[in-house]
């Protein structure tokens, strides 16, 4: 959505300057300004720096024909030592972790005269399962182990977003903004809760969130759920960016990242640029604070990481929201939301450079390039290895050199 902006933006400036040209001294006047702004709306240029730590490339493995420009965001999950990643196109993978030597791989029976599924939403992991989604709201349960299909299902919209696996169930939240419980050993349906969406959203969805017995869901209208996990019934709602403005535009406030639950408090960030810390079990807000973006976050014992819509990068006062620090050398470079690798907070960009910034105060400390695909999905960080998978299907696995 914001590179759409973007590019409306340039395009007024170009039609701009087709109209005058017909002036000379009037071209002349604006002529530099023109070219200011434009220039002013061009990602940040890469500024060279000295390394303070080296990154290796561990592995790089091609999961399929990835999502180009279809905006699900999709990326790996890691459990017991494997990583499960899934493609457009290509089927789901289980991955050794340390080897990146794949363990298994399935891919959807070709059925006549039926369009090949295209799988979005996942994976998602737990209880012996691996959950996907796809853009044509089915949802396929295989066995972890050995990537045998146990089932299918069928919910109300696409699922761009990991399910969640817990207690006997399947939750998935699809893109018309209903959650749906599916029984973990058949696929039957076992509650639904839907929720009315805004004129407008952004491209995305967060991935359910199992805590406690309570599922934690970000919501397209700037709010956050809980949901009774055994009935669906919502707990409490809360609000983290309220959808203000003059235009639809103006108003999408997203909850496109993942939340995250540490201990009993529930950590959220919006497209709207606020974060928030949440009380868990009651839905009371703990703090607030004016930084973050969809893309997600990621904490530390004593910080929450985020980055927002213009491309800075921010390190937060886990305790009370505070900015300790701001990065803001990756302006308009669209960058993924924030993993935490040892002492470095990653992000990636639209180029497929990954960046490493120290968290103690956001400095650069390390650059590696994943490829030459765009980066949309948040990294991941399990074991000391960071992985992550462009829009290429490309998934390539980093670590910090010792």
């Known amino acids: 959505m914001k590179q759409m902006v973007m590019i409306k ?90 080897t990146g030597k794949k363990v298994w791989t399935w891919e959807p029976a070709k059925e006549k005269k039926k369009p090949k599924l295209r799988l979005s939403g996942g994976p998602g992991v737990g209880d012996g399962l691996v959950a996907i989604g796809t853009l044509d709201g089915q949802v396929i349960a295989l066995d972890a182990n050995d990537g045998t299909e146990k089932w299918r299902a069928k919910v109300t919209g696409e699922v761009i977003s990991a399910p969640a696996i817990a207690q006997g169930m399947v939750f998935v939240r699809s893109n018309d903004g209903r959650v749906t419980a599916l029984d973990a050993g058949n696929g039957t349906q076992r509650w639904f809760n839907p929720r009315e969406l805004p004129a407008l959203t952004v491209r995305g969805n967060a991935a359910v969130v199992a805590g406690p017995g309570v599922l934690f869901i970000g919501n397209d209208d700037g709010s956050v759920s809980a949901l009774g996990m055994q009935d669906g019934r919502t707990v409490w709602d809360q609000m983290v960016a309220n959808g203000e403005g003059r235009t639809e535009l103006e108003r999408m406030s997203d909850v496109d990242g993942a939340p995250v639950l540490e201990g009993n408090t529930l950590f959220v960030s919006s497209f709207k640029s606020q974060t928030m810390a949440i009380e868990g079990p009651t839905g009371r807000p703990l703090w607030a604070r004016d930084h973050g973006g969809a893309g997600g976050l990621a904490l530390t014992s004593g910080n929450v990481f985020v980055t927002d819509n213009k491309g800075g990068v921010f390190g937060l006062d886990k305790s009370s929201g505070t900015a300790m620090w701001s990065q803001t050398g990756l302006a308009r470079r669209s960058l993924t939301g924030p993993a935490v690798q040892g002492d470095y907070v990653v992000v990636g960009d639209y180029k497929g450079y990954l960046h490493w910034l120290r968290t103690d105060n956001g400095e650069f400390a390390a650059r590696a390039k994943s490829g030459g695909d765009a980066l949309l999905a948040q990294p991941v960080a399990a074991d000391g290895i960071l992985l992550v998978q462009n829009v290429d299907g490309k998934l390539t696995a980093f670590r910090l050199a010792q």
């Open 9 to 98: 933006r340039v395009a007024t400036l170009v039609l701009l300057g087709v109209a005058l040209s017909g002036c000379t001294t009037v071209k002349g006047w604006f002529a530099g300004k023109d070219a200011a702004a434009k220039k002013a709306l061009e990602p940040a240029e890469l500024v060279k720096f000295e390394p303070t730590v080296k990154v290796d490339k561990l592995w790089s493995v091609n999961v399929g024909k990835g999502e180009k420009r279809i905006g699900v965001r999709q990326g790996p999950t890691v459990a017991d030592g494997r990583v499960y990643a899934a493609a457009i196109y290509g089927g789901v993978h289980a991955i050794d972790l340390q």
